[in-house]
């Protein structure tokens, strides 16, 4: 079946990196939009970074200059690139597939597309 992993979650202090995978398995990224958000307690499910299916890349505002989103040449992997972390960044973060069509989730994980488990990130001052 369809199975969506994400991976490299962990602790680290402000100003420190960190990279997140997702992996795919049952399909590819390929001619899909995919997703990375976050949601931490009491917060709102927040969008990091989206990758259209026409190679169009965007970020929140939030994020703008320290997260990169990847894939690897098999389309099977999705990376985010998490740089000069900040306390506010620690989340529950996951990735998310969109095979149809793309709607911006407003719940962690949403309703529609596939959805990974998350990791969490934890950025301490």
């Known amino acids: 079946g369809v199975q969506l992993v994400e991976s490299g979650g962990g602790s680290v202090q402000a100003g420190g990196s960190l990279r997140l995978s997702c992996i795919a398995s049952?399909?590819?990224?390929?001619?899909?939009?995919v997703a990375w958000y976050r949601q931490a307690p009491g917060d709102e499910c927040e969008m990091v970074s989206h990758?259209?299916?026409?190679?169009?890349?965007s970020y929140a505002d939030s994020v703008k200059g320290r997260f990169t989103i990847s894939q690897d040449n098999s389309k099977t992997t999705m990376y985010l690139q998490m740089n000069s972390l900040k306390p506010e960044d620690t989340a529950v973060y996951y990735c998310?597939?969109?095979?149809?069509?793309?709607?911006?989730?407003?719940?962690?994980?949403?309703?529609?597309?596939?959805w990974g488990r998350g990791t969490q990130v934890t950025v301490s001052p």
């Open positions: 998310a597939a969109y095979l149809i069509f793309f709607e911006e989730a407003r719940t962690c994980p949403g309703e529609l597309g596939y």
């Open positions: 049952g399909f590819s990224f390929d001619d899909s939009d």
């Open positions: 990758f259209s299916s026409d190679g169009s890349v």
